[in-house]
């Protein structure tokens, strides 16, 4: 089960913090994915992490204003996506997907029915 939260309504400059709580995936060694959905486009991968946290890789731009990371405890793994500097083309619906894939430079974010856990989605307004 992937839950995340944080979104809402942040004017253009501002920062949000989303979390993801990852449970009950038994994959080992899974790597987790930040992706973006706006209405009419493809969801669109953001950012991603290893299942250590030691590899981390950022798509478009999100480098240099987002920072993913990553707390794993027991069963439970949570994962933020710091957002800095909002825009508005970064409103969108954002999800967190879970599977084992590579997480690094290079990443590549699609096809995305390639990751098997999702969550629901927290929604990222960012609009004066």
């Known amino acids: 089960q992937l839950v995340e939260s944080g979104g809402g309504l942040v004017q253009p400059g501002g920062s949000l913090k989303l979390s993801c709580v990852v449970s009950?995936?038994?994959?080992?060694?899974?790597?987790v994915a930040w992706f973006r959905e706006v209405p009419g486009k493809e969801r669109e991968g953001v950012s991603c992490i290893s299942y250590s946290g030691g590899l981390t890789a950022y798509v478009g731009s999100s480098k240099g204003r987002f920072t993913i990371s990553r707390v794993n405890a027991d069963a439970k793994s949570t994962v933020y996506l710091q957002m800095n500097d909002l825009n508005s083309e970064d409103t969108g619906l954002y999800y967190c997907?879970?599977?084992?894939?590579?997480?690094?430079?290079?990443?590549?974010?699609?096809?995305?029915?390639?990751?098997?856990?999702w969550g629901r989605g927290t929604q990222v307004t960012v609009s004066s």
């Open positions: 009950g995936v038994t994959l080992p060694d899974y790597g």
């Open positions: 997907a879970a599977d084992r894939f590579w997480c690094g430079d290079g990443w590549n974010p699609d096809p995305t029915d390639l990751y098997n856990y």
